[in-house]
């Protein structure tokens, strides 16, 4: 491709001597798993997220299970998720033996759908998963409401949010829990996978730290107060990422930037094509994603052209081959299934040239130009 979705050599290639550092430390110092630099970059991302406690995990995926069985997800228990979602909201609630009960998206965003989860609440029900997606945040003011007036744990999937916040919160901070993901391509992308946990809970923030290293309360090694898993975080990648977390602002600028050229190109187009907000969010672009009603046939112009993109999501999660034994037919979300069908990522990442920016409106402009117009 010409203008690839993402580059990651051009985002690892200038830190490379830095990197080497960190491997040959590491090395040399026996400073491997869950020592110094995850230690710090714990209180560094406290610092920035004004979170009382943040627990370093292997990945976001890991993290959702760390903190769903320390809310006490297992059979008999019912967890709120979204319709429209990675499928890491959904597998783990199933793999703990819990029940995923699927909420629709909002019509408007994209988003876990408030007027919705008041619907899907259940005697059962102990734990509300909104997620924020590609530059979008639920809406959790309204999720809080329901939560509070039924009960439940609210457990915030904001692995693709960190830097962005609503009403004044930082992505992350709304519930009793927080996580952020630190997949090489996310806003602070690491060398490697991991993620963080942040709460002001205290017994939420020691039972996942137990639970990350097989059960250890992490002052007598080998005694093991629980079942746990390896969840650890390494100590290359914490370094990397405190390296990073010094430049974020200006990183999360650049998004933004670009961000800013796309949706001025294509704001006087077509009003379908743009996903949206609210004006009290600040957004944070980890992808940009737009609306098309004929999708498939946008990304195929836009492959000829030599324009990488990706589709997130090619189905609802209730209609994922995964989840085909809970019964879900088509029609049964309309909202997720209205932007599993639409949504199309475009290139956006920190890295990328001003003229792969152009090259991307050109062929997008041209295929909206060649498309009818409905009133």
């Known amino acids: 491709m010409n203008v690839p979705f993402f580059n990651y050599s051009a985002r690892f290639a200038p830190d490379k001597d830095l990197i080497k550092e960190l491997v040959y ?12 630099d995850v230690r710090r970059l714990e209180e560094a991302i406290c610092a920035y997220t004004g979170a009382a406690h943040a627990v370093a995990a292997a990945n976001g995926t890991s993290a959702l299970v760390l903190l769903l069985r320390t809310m006490g997800a297992g059979p008999g228990v019912d967890v709120l998720t979204p319709a429209f979602s990675f499928i890491s909201t959904a597998s783990a609630i199933r793999l703990l033996g819990a029940n995923p009960v699927f909420v629709d998206a909002d019509p408007r965003t994209g988003m876990m ?64 829990a927080g996580l952020y ?12 996978d991991g993620a963080v946990i942040v709460t002001d809970d205290e ?3 020691r039972g996942c730290r137990m639970l990350r290293n097989h ?13 746990g898993y390896n969840s650890r975080m390494d100590e290359v990648l914490a370094g ?18 670009l961000a800013a050229r796309y949706h001025e190109a294509f704001a006087g187009l077509d009003p379908r094509l743009l996903v949206t907000v609210d004006d009290h969010e600040s957004r944070m672009y980890y992808t940009y994603v737009v609306q098309a009603e004929r999708r ?33 037919r088509p029609g049964d979300y309309p909202g997720a299934e209205r932007f599993a ?18 090259a991307v409106i050109r062929a997008v402009v041209s295929f909206l130009a060649q498309e009818p117009q409905h009133a």
């Open 181 to 192: 993901s630190f997949f090489p391509a996310k806003p602070l992308g690491g060398i490697g």
């Open 341 to 358: 069908s639409r949504s199309l990522a475009l290139p956006l990442y920190p890295e990328m040239p001003d003229g792969d920016v152009d």
């Open 203 to 205: 017994e939420l923030a």
């Open 296 to 328: 498939d046939e946008l990304r195929a112009e836009l492959e000829q052209a030599g324009v990488e993109t990706q589709v997130y999501y090619p189905a609802a999660l209730p209609l994922q081959p995964a989840f085909a034994d809970l019964g879900a």
């Open 25 to 36: 430390r590491s090395g040399t110092t026996d400073q491997f798993i869950l020592k110094e």
């Open 113 to 176: 759908d408030p007027a919705d989860l008041e619907r899907r609440v259940t005697p059962q029900s102990r734990i509300v998963i909104p997620t924020h997606l590609f530059s979008v945040m639920a809406d959790m003011e309204a999720i809080r409401a329901v939560a509070r007036e039924r009960g439940l744990l609210v457990l915030e999937d904001s692995a693709v949010a960190l830097g962005a916040s609503q009403r004044g919160i930082p992505a992350g901070r709304h519930g009793d």
């Open 240 to 257: 990397y990422l405190l390296h990073k977390l010094g430049r974020i602002g200006q990183l999360l600028e650049r998004r933004r930037e």
């Open 215 to 227: 059960g250890q309360d992490g002052v007598t090694r080998f005694l093991h107060h629980r079942l």
